[in-house]
């Protein structure tokens, strides 16, 4: 029996190919590949066709098949923008989510920054990310083609402890609704964790 997931992102990719806005492939930044579209989600390799999201050759029915199908769902011919980046707290709409992001986006990393920053090169590769210039260090990834995240580390010293905050592009708002932005950086953050604990 289908899950709600399931269902959700097959009602998701059937909307969307049903109809399919010319050149597709180009506004959600994928690859064609035979009947499939390619392109990187959440640090993996996404495959889309009319029927199923799949993440490193799987079949995702979870949150994070269910967020790639709402961003190639909404994903429109607008470029992605980074700067000035957001905080989650300034997009209109954001504030009974607040508590909910800062804990599973943010507060989850802090006790991984020493790992994050070791092995910033691994999770940089994964996400097609870069360096930032903030904080300790920082990073810069694409949970999405469209959507930048970008992450501001400081290390733990003598009077403060270990923090991380994240920020989102510009125009994220516009390739994703708001509540699933707010779930895009916490899956973002469980795969960093998954990539530097092994």
Same mark, same amino acid.
Not at 26 to 33: D, Y
């Given at each position: ?22 050149? =597709? ?6 690859? $064609? ?7 990187? !989600? @959440? *640090?993996? #390799? ?62 989850? =990393? ?6 994050? $920053? ?7 590769? !994964? @996400? *097609?990310? #870069? ?68």
């Amino acid at each position: 029996m289908a899950t709600n997931y399931e269902k959700i992102i097959s009602e998701n990719l059937s909307s969307l190919f049903s109809n399919p806005p010319p050149d =597709l492939d180009k506004s959600i930044g994928a690859k $064609k590949r035979g009947k499939a579209l390619a392109f990187h !989600a @959440f *640090g993996q #390799e996404c495959l889309i066709d009319p029927e199923n999201v799949t993440l490193a050759g799987i079949q995702s029915v979870d949150p994070r098949g269910l967020l790639v199908s709402l961003y190639v769902r909404h994903a429109g011919f607008e470029e992605i923008q980074l700067e000035p980046f957001k905080a989650f707290k300034d997009f209109p709409g954001s504030m009974p989510y607040q508590g909910a992001f800062s804990a599973n986006s943010e507060r989850v =990393l802090i006790p991984h920054v020493p790992l994050i $920053k070791e092995q910033a090169r691994t999770i940089k590769e !994964a @996400f *097609g990310g #870069e360096d930032g210039a903030m904080g300790d260090f920082s990073l810069i990834l694409y949970p999405l083609p469209k959507i930048a995240l970008y992450y501001i580390f400081y290390l733990s010293d003598e009077e403060f402890p270990a923090s991380a905050t994240s920020l989102f592009s510009a125009n994220a708002l516009s390739f994703m609704p708001l509540d699933g932005l707010a779930d895009v950086a916490e899956y973002t953050s469980k795969e960093i964790i998954q990539l530097v604990s092994g």
